[in-house]
């Protein structure tokens, strides 16, 4: 149950930092506010299996 909420807190911060962006790019919201959602959005993509899988094997070479 823990797991399904963390899961829906992350969907929730994602269209959260989707929507900023946007929004920024409609000049509706301060260019703090983008960065603040991108630095989110890299650090979901850091944190994906994909990317962890091939740092992984980057780092044994």
Known sequence: MI???EQI???TCD???IS???ATFMN???NLAAGA???WGLIRIWETKTVQKRIRK???K
Do not use: N
Request: glycine share 0%; with cysteine.
């Open 3 to 5: 797991k399904d909420v």
């Open 9 to 11: 807190v992350k969907a």
């Open 15 to 17: 269209i959260a930092s």
């Open 20 to 22: 900023c962006i946007v």
């Open 28 to 30: 509706m919201l301060p």
């Open 37 to 39: 959602s991108l630095i």
């Open 58 to 60: 980057w780092r044994k």
